[in-house]
């Protein structure tokens, strides 16, 4: 039975795509997945979805340091040594990172859609 991909959450859509990397990014490399996730950002934007809005933001907060660099520097910022979002990583480094990135990308997604409580002051706290 073929999945229904239009009927997933982004994070079932995810999982599906992290599962199956070469279905959706030929060579399955991370600069393709990047390429593959900026163009899910901007497309779901242009047709009234979220994309990945705030998940730059989202990274800097948990990596718990800012700099300029963007989403996928932060990525790799996370997962390897700092210095590595310069340099060309290994094929051990990149898978790291690949399966780092869907972790991160699922931790992001499930906070987004996690109901915001509102306190007796009428404060909204996640």
Same mark, same amino acid.
Do not use: N
């Given at each position: ?7 997933? !959450? ?14 959706? %990014? ?54 390897? !040594? ?14 790291? %990172? %690949? ?20 306190? !007796?002051?009428?404060?909204? !706290?996640?």
């Amino acid at each position: 039975m073929a999945a229904d991909l239009a009927r997933m !959450s982004e994070r079932e859509y995810f999982a599906f795509v992290a599962e199956r990397l070469g279905m959706f %990014v030929a060579g399955s490399r991370l600069a393709g997945i990047e390429a593959f996730l900026d163009g899910y950002d901007q497309h779901a934007l242009r047709h009234g979805g979220p994309g990945l809005t705030g998940w730059r933001e989202w990274l800097v907060t948990r990596r718990g340091q800012e700099c300029g660099h963007g989403w996928a520097a932060q990525v790799r910022h996370i997962t390897l !040594s700092e210095g590595s979002g310069q340099r060309e990583l290994t094929r051990e480094e990149e898978a790291r %990172v %690949v399966k780092v990135l869907f972790e991160l990308l699922d931790e992001f997604l499930t906070a987004r859609e996690a109901p915001v409580a509102h306190d !007796s002051m009428g404060d909204v !706290s996640p």
